[in-house]
């Protein structure tokens, strides 16, 4: 194979309670790249279609993801990639995790699958460093596993991937505003209280339980975050309006989407996520806020080749 076009799943970081640990791929939002083998070397990215994002390799986290790759290979040859990035930079759903998965995905297709999804996830993290200072892997593990996933550990980096029961849905509102993830971090405090510990990882064990158990109600129960949305969430929006009204459509639970301005909400069933997304919308028109909005089942399989 010389050529492939992949599907970089959009993702959902954080999930309330799993801050910087927990993630969830998508499956109707997301960017598509065409990857090429070329005799020369290194990386070109030829056309990027739908944002002005940088054509060096160096300063596009694809081509930051793919020299990592690159590496580590004992290929003799280059790629050249093309991007038609749908995800908006900024937005809290992965946009940066998008591309840098799409590019190592597609080129380890490409070289007949020499490295394991632990070390995909590994050299697509070095493009999560460029974007955001921090090499990240709560939107890369998803997007590169499919479903859920638990950063367990980085040191040594351990993937859990978790079951997604079959009827969860989630609705993701971008109010057109754009919020840096390096931006997003310098207002975090660096401590927490041994009870807000206690709540937070008494959450996560539930969700995770209820996640394997096909529990929704537990589900719902666990989607708490007490620590860090209670401060990220005043950059965003209305954000607690759009919060109450989505539960009140019937949302399991929702919180900030990675680190926003994105609003996620988990539901059960499309109907209810239908419903969950006609609230947030009218929550947004009453205060003329534009926004995006994407109804989407969580995505079992990660990225995948489309041609
Ligand atoms: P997101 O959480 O949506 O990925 P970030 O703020 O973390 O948003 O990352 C976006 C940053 O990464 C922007 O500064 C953008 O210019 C940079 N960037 C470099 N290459 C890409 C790319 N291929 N796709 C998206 N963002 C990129």
Redesign the pocket.
């Known amino acids: 194979m010389e050529k492939i076009k992949v599907f970089c799943p959009a993702t959902i970081a954080n999930v309330s309670c799993g801050f910087d640990v927990l993630g969830l791929a998508l499956d109707s939002v997301g960017d598509e790249m065409t990857v090429r083998k070329t005799a020369d070397k290194g990386i070109r990215i030829s056309k990027i279609i739908g944002q002005d994002?940088?054509m060096e390799a160096e300063?596009?986290?694809?081509g930051v993801a793919g020299l990592a790759l690159l590496a580590k290979s004992d290929y003799d040859g280059g790629f050249e990639i093309e991007?038609d990035?749908r995800?908006k930079?900024?937005?809290?759903?992965?946009?940066?995790?998008a591309?840098s998965t799409g590019a190592v995905w597609a080129m380890n297709e490409l070289l007949g699958n020499p490295f394991s999804k632990l070390e995909l996830v590994q050299f697509a993290m070095e493009g999560e460093k460029?974007?955001?200072d921090v090499a990240h892997a709560d939107n890369v593990a998803p997007a590169i596993y499919g479903g859920f996933t638990l950063v367990r550990s980085y040191e040594p980096l351990d993937i859990i991937p978790i079951p997604t029961p079959s009827e969860l849905y989630a609705t993701v509102i971008h109010p057109q505003i754009e919020i840096?993830?390096s931006d997003s971090r310098k207002i975090l405090k660096t401590t927490i209280s041994m009870q807000q510990g206690i709540q937070q990882w008494g959450n996560l064990g539930g969700l995770v339980a209820g996640l394997f158990q096909n529990d929704y109600d537990l589900i719902g129960r666990s989607l708490h975050d007490h620590i860090v949305e209670p401060i990220r969430s005043i950059l965003i929006p209305a954000f607690d309006d759009i919060k109450a009204n989505a539960l009140k459509a019937g949302a399991l639970g929702s919180g900030i989407s990675?680190?926003g301005p994105s609003i996620f909400a988990l539901s059960k069933g499309e109907e209810t996520a239908k419903q969950v997304a006609e609230s947030m919308k009218k929550t947004y028109q009453n205060i003329a806020v534009d926004f995006d909005i994407h109804i989407s089942k969580v995505n079992s399989q990660g990225v995948k080749k489309i041609a």
């Open positions: 994002l940088p300063k596009n986290v694809a991007i990035k995800i930079p900024g937005s809290g759903i992965g946009s940066s995790a591309s460029l974007a955001s840096k993830t990675g680190s």
